[in-house]
């Protein structure tokens, strides 16, 4: 088999438009893209040609004779994805939508967020000459979770800035940073100043657990806690007790499984990382020996990824023990279910850190009086009803001993002023990302939090297609005034400024970079250059 996607994946579908023999699947406009885990290479059709390996950002495919021992399982999940759908009626390659021109008038347009939904936005507008496209964000740092919410230990996947680096170099992009929406500027300016505006703002806050003693210290967000390790400015000063000997982490998606790697990880590893300093100073003074995963469901219904299950079979230095195993569900029921019963199957060796992956359990109560002590869990049922297998807690009950609880079951978008904004799915109403004509959504915001960072891709497209058609039909609204000149923003060559400051630290210890992670320390890196400020 020549070439493999391994665990970094991020499905942008760059690697579709660069293979010449539509190996690679599945495809933008195929049944599953935007929905699966991860590409395929179809080792039947694949001809060894490498041109998908310069097209993805983030190095995920290798010839099959260079895969180490952990990306090994990866050979496999490609053959047999092709086993199960081999693809017979394969739609033509994917093709980069007709260009439109628009310089006769010249087409203005405000982003709103520069996370991956945000400039891969900016991307497909500024595919069309005659467009200018300025992108904004609270903080004074762009690429959302790429910069803040993948993990330190995965580094291949925080490739995809170079990316979002060549999106930035495109004529007519500009940033306008450390701007916030609602307090700098409004709705109403940025529709009055630019032809559109399309918000890519994703989803801010945590699902909550909803059950006694969740306000207490030391029961915490796993996304917060995520930001906080990644050097977030908001979060960077926040503290978290790990005196103890366990935490659980409630919930088992890839989320889980990040914090979970992260404090049972030997310190010395994360220093060669980009993880924040103030994070690291507090993991080495851990105490923290084990982390309960807690998921209600059975091991086959787990949220995690099988990629991100791999990474977690492939670590050194730590045992992962598996809990909670229904006797009707055989080993080889699912890849995922097989990964995990070989994970079961292996010797513990004595004084490691233990990451548990414990199944068919619900949290019921957090314990403690003035902090956490420890979280009350039960033994969960799996019915089945209507054709949905639900889990229902039963009676059967224990207290495990905790500092630390970090609820990580989701995350759920907040209103946007001036917008509409749907309660229940946490999303802004819209027809194919159109709010209405001038105002448009990309990203979380539209579909809610769903899809990985190469969903974003073929969202963004969808959005801009109907952005397009309203110019071209007439129904976008001139500019009233050129955009307001803000001071205090940060533009392109302030945040260039920033990431050289970055990885010029980050140089001298032998690390991808030494984040800033205070406001202040971030917008003096800014003014470090002479047009660091406003201009792009």
């Known amino acids: 088999m020549p070439y493999v996607v391994t665990r970094s994946c991020c499905a942008d579908a760059s690697c579709v438009l660069a293979c010449p023999v539509n190996c690679i699947h599945p ?15 179809d080792p039947r059709t694949c001809v060894d040609c490498g041109a998908c390996t310069t097209a993805c950002p983030v190095d995920a495919l290798k010839p099959h004779t260079r895969l180490t021992e952990a990306e090994l399982p990866f050979l496999e999940l490609n053959r ?3 086993a199960s759908d081999p693809h017979p009626d394969r739609t033509p390659m994917a093709l980069v939508p007709p260009q439109r021109r628009v310089e006769a008038r010249g087409l203005r347009v405000a982003v709103v967020g520069a996370g991956p939904a945000g400039l891969f936005a900016a991307d497909e507008l500024l595919r069309h000459p005659g467009v200018s496209v300025t992108v904004h964000d609270r903080l004074p740092t762009p690429y959302g979770l790429a910069r803040a919410g993948v993990a330190p230990d995965h580094q291949d996947t925080k490739r995809v800035a170079g990316l979002f680096r060549a999106i930035e170099d495109q004529p007519g992009f500009t940033y306008r940073l450390d701007t916030e929406i609602g307090r700098d500027l409004h709705h109403e300016d940025l529709v009055r100043d630019h032809h559109a505006v399309v918000y890519a703002v994703g989803a801010a806050r945590d699902r909550r657990l909803g059950i006694e003693g969740e306000e207490l210290p030391g029961s915490a967000s796993a996304t917060d ?3 906080w390790y990644n050097g977030h400015p908001d979060h960077s000063a926040t503290t978290y007790p790990l005196d103890g000997e366990r935490a659980v982490v409630v919930g088992n998606g890839n989320v889980a499984l990040d914090v979970a790697r992260v404090l049972t990880a030997d310190p010395q590893t994360l220093a060669h990382t980009d993880i924040s300093d103030r994070a690291l100073a507090a993991l080495r003074a851990s105490r923290v020996r084990e982390v309960v995963v807690l998921g209600r469901r059975g091991p086959a219904q787990a949220a995690f990824t099988l990629p991100e299950l791999l990474a977690v079979a492939a670590l050194d230095g730590i045992d992962v023990v598996v809990e909670g195993w229904p006797a009707d569900v055989p080993a080889d029921a699912t890849p995922k279910t097989k990964v995990l019963a070989e994970l079961a199957a292996r010797p513990r060796v004595p004084g490691r850190r233990r990451m548990v ?7 019921t109560r957090i314990v403690g009086d003035d902090r956490v002590t420890g979280l009350t869990v039960a033994r969960t049922e799996l019915r089945t009803e209507a054709g949905t297998v639900r889990a229902v807690p039963t009676q059967d009950t224990e207290t495990l001993g905790a500092s630390l609880v ?7 978008a907040e209103p946007v002023p001036g917008l509409p904004f749907d309660g229940t799915t946490g999303t802004v109403p819209h027809e194919r990302g159109r709010v209405e004509p001038g105002v448009y959504v990309a990203g979380w915001i539209k579909r809610g939090p769903t899809g990985f960072i190469g969903t974003n891709k073929s969202c963004a497209e969808e959005t801009v297609a109907g952005l397009l058609d309203d110019w071209e039909a007439g129904r976008l609204t001139a500019p009233a005034a050129a955009p307001s000149d803000l001071g205090d923003a940060v533009g392109l060559d302030g945040w260039r400024a920033i990431d050289e400051a970055e990885r010029a630290a980050g140089r001298l210890q032998g690390r991808p970079r030494v984040k800033l992670v205070d406001r202040e320390a971030l917008r003096a890196a800014a003014r470090t250059s002479a047009l660091g400020r406003t201009t792009g």
Do not use: D
């Not at 495809?27 to 290479?41: I, N, W």
């Open 406 to 412: 970090l609820r990580a079951i989701g995350y759920r």
């Open 357 to 363: 992956l414990r199944f068919l359990t619900t949290p």
């Open 80 to 82: 047999a994805y092709y």
């Open 225 to 227: 806690f995520v930001a």
């Open 27 to 41: 495809a933008p406009g195929e049944p599953g893209f935007g929905q699966t885990e991860m590409l395929y290479v």
